[in-house]
């Protein structure tokens, strides 16, 4: 049973930093596509930045150049690592797991998700 669990959320001043971390465990496979998603209030959730196993990376454009997606020494954990935070960045943010070498990207092609960690961006 695969499963996803995401930590480092909380709240802060706009223009801070934090970084989330997300634990994998129970994947046959040393290395998979594993990206971060998040969910406004009202909100489709949304694809923030994702690394396949090659450790090519791909990044929403609201986050490019703020935001950066990596792996941790044993390819079961990843981190983001964000700054330059803004208001609009509140949501509860997602880990996820797709079941392939190379990432597809979207919401549905995720195979596993984690429960999320709450990031609230205060202006």
């Known amino acids: 049973q695969v499963q996803l669990a995401e930590s480092g959320g909380g709240s802060l001043q706009a223009g801070g930093s934090l970084r989330l971390s997300c634990v994998a465990s129970g994947y046959p496979y040393s290395r998979f596509c594993m990206g971060w998603f998040r969910q406004a209030p009202g909100k489709e959730r949304e694809a923030v930045a994702s690394?396949?196993?090659?450790?090519?990376?791909t990044y929403a454009s609201s986050v490019k150049g703020r935001f950066t997606i990596s792996r941790g020494n044993d390819d079961n954990t990843m981190y983001l690592q964000m700054s330059g935070l803004k208001p609009e960045d509140t949501a509860m943010y997602y880990c996820?797991?797709?079941?392939?070498?190379?990432?597809?990207?979207?919401?549905?092609?995720?195979?596993?998700w984690g429960k999320g960690t709450l990031v609230t961006i205060l202006s």
């Open positions: 690394i396949d196993a090659d450790d090519d990376t």
């Open positions: 996820a797991a797709e079941h392939a070498l190379s990432c597809s990207g979207g919401v549905d092609d995720m195979d596993f």
